[in-house]
Protein backbone atom coordinates (compact mmCIF):
# COMPACT_ATOMS: atom_id res chain seq x y z
CA UNK A 1 0.00 0.00 0.00
CA UNK A 2 1.38 3.31 -0.79
CA UNK A 3 0.18 6.53 0.00
CA UNK A 4 0.46 10.49 -0.91
CA UNK A 5 -0.26 13.07 2.01
CA UNK A 6 -0.45 16.58 0.46
CA UNK A 7 -0.11 19.58 2.66
CA UNK A 8 -0.03 23.57 2.23
CA UNK A 9 -2.70 24.61 0.48
CA UNK A 10 -5.25 27.37 1.41
CA UNK A 11 -6.68 30.82 1.20
CA UNK A 12 -4.54 33.65 -0.10
CA UNK A 13 -4.48 37.12 -1.85
CA UNK A 14 -3.11 37.85 -5.50
CA UNK A 15 0.50 38.25 -5.83
CA UNK A 16 1.09 35.88 -2.82
CA UNK A 17 3.04 32.89 -2.41
CA UNK A 18 2.08 29.31 -0.85
CA UNK A 19 4.14 26.14 -0.92
CA UNK A 20 2.41 23.09 -1.20
CA UNK A 21 4.15 19.59 -0.14
CA UNK A 22 3.47 16.08 -0.89
CA UNK A 23 4.64 12.84 0.79
CA UNK A 24 4.83 9.45 -0.16
CA UNK A 25 4.81 6.60 2.44
CA UNK A 26 4.17 2.96 2.19
CA UNK A 27 5.79 0.00 0.54
CA UNK A 28 8.37 1.45 -2.39
CA UNK A 29 11.60 0.94 -3.90
CA UNK A 30 11.73 3.59 -5.81
CA UNK A 31 10.02 6.85 -7.28
CA UNK A 32 9.90 7.41 -11.22
CA UNK A 33 8.11 10.95 -12.12
CA UNK A 34 6.40 13.28 -9.51
CA UNK A 35 3.75 16.17 -10.33
CA UNK A 36 1.79 18.25 -9.85
CA UNK A 37 -2.06 18.80 -11.13
CA UNK A 38 -5.04 21.45 -11.14
CA UNK A 39 -8.56 20.92 -11.20
CA UNK A 40 -10.59 24.41 -11.25
CA UNK A 41 -13.85 24.39 -10.19
CA UNK A 42 -16.09 22.95 -13.77
CA UNK A 43 -13.01 22.17 -15.38
CA UNK A 44 -10.49 19.10 -16.03
CA UNK A 45 -7.44 17.86 -14.52
CA UNK A 46 -4.84 19.37 -15.91
CA UNK A 47 -1.13 19.25 -15.42
CA UNK A 48 0.80 21.95 -13.07
CA UNK A 49 4.18 20.37 -13.31
CA UNK A 50 6.42 17.49 -13.11
CA UNK A 51 9.74 16.43 -11.97
CA UNK A 52 11.66 13.33 -13.01
CA UNK A 53 13.46 11.33 -10.43
CA UNK A 54 16.90 12.85 -12.02
CA UNK A 55 15.50 16.23 -11.45
CA UNK A 56 14.27 16.94 -15.00
CA UNK A 57 11.34 19.28 -15.19
CA UNK A 58 8.11 20.22 -17.23
CA UNK A 59 5.72 23.12 -16.85
CA UNK A 60 2.49 24.38 -17.85
CA UNK A 61 2.86 27.63 -19.88
CA UNK A 62 0.47 29.13 -17.21
CA UNK A 63 3.11 28.67 -14.25
CA UNK A 64 6.28 29.12 -16.13
CA UNK A 65 8.61 32.06 -13.79
CA UNK A 66 6.11 31.40 -10.96
CA UNK A 67 6.09 28.05 -9.77
CA UNK A 68 9.13 25.74 -9.08
CA UNK A 69 8.77 22.49 -8.49
CA UNK A 70 11.13 20.12 -6.77
CA UNK A 71 11.81 17.31 -4.82
CA UNK A 72 13.95 15.72 -1.76
CA UNK A 73 14.29 11.88 -3.19
CA UNK A 74 15.40 10.66 0.31
CA UNK A 75 12.09 11.83 2.12
CA UNK A 76 10.01 10.94 -0.75
CA UNK A 77 8.61 14.32 -1.00
CA UNK A 78 7.69 16.73 -3.82
CA UNK A 79 7.19 20.68 -3.61
CA UNK A 80 5.70 22.82 -5.57
CA UNK A 81 6.28 26.87 -4.44
CA UNK A 82 4.01 29.10 -6.12
CA UNK A 83 4.24 32.91 -6.36
CA UNK A 84 3.12 35.71 -8.10
CA UNK A 85 -0.67 33.51 -7.76
CA UNK A 86 -3.18 34.92 -9.95
CA UNK A 87 -6.84 33.91 -9.45
CA UNK A 88 -7.05 31.75 -12.33
CA UNK A 89 -4.39 29.40 -10.06
CA UNK A 90 -7.83 28.44 -8.11
CA UNK A 91 -8.58 24.76 -7.68
CA UNK A 92 -8.06 21.72 -6.11
CA UNK A 93 -4.19 20.54 -6.75
CA UNK A 94 -3.25 17.13 -6.56
CA UNK A 95 -0.16 15.31 -6.26
CA UNK A 96 0.46 12.53 -8.91
CA UNK A 97 3.85 9.71 -8.43
CA UNK A 98 4.92 6.58 -10.47
CA UNK A 99 6.10 4.55 -7.78
CA UNK A 100 8.18 1.38 -8.50
CA UNK A 101 7.55 -1.59 -5.47
CA UNK A 102 9.02 -4.23 -3.99
CA UNK A 103 9.61 -6.98 -4.57
CA UNK A 104 8.46 -7.65 -7.94
CA UNK A 105 9.11 -3.77 -8.97
CA UNK A 106 5.49 -3.45 -10.17
CA UNK A 107 4.84 0.31 -11.63
CA UNK A 108 1.89 1.75 -9.27
CA UNK A 109 0.20 5.32 -10.16
CA UNK A 110 -0.86 7.32 -7.31
CA UNK A 111 -2.83 10.57 -6.47
CA UNK A 112 -3.22 12.06 -3.40
CA UNK A 113 -6.08 13.39 -1.51
CA UNK A 114 -6.10 16.82 -2.73
CA UNK A 115 -6.03 20.41 -1.27
CA UNK A 116 -7.52 23.43 -2.22
CA UNK A 117 -5.84 26.80 -3.16
CA UNK A 118 -7.98 29.46 -3.12
CA UNK A 119 -6.60 32.77 -4.79
CA UNK A 120 -8.75 35.96 -4.14
CA UNK A 121 -8.59 39.47 -6.32
Known amino acids: QVQLVESGGGLVQAGGSLRLSCAAS????????MGWYRQAPGKQRDSVAT???????NYADSVKGRFTISRDNAKNTVYLQMNSLKPEDTGVYYC???????????????WGQGTLVTVSS
Open 51 to 57: ITSGGMT
Open 26 to 33: GSIFSINI
Open 96 to 110: NAGIIQPPSYRYLEV
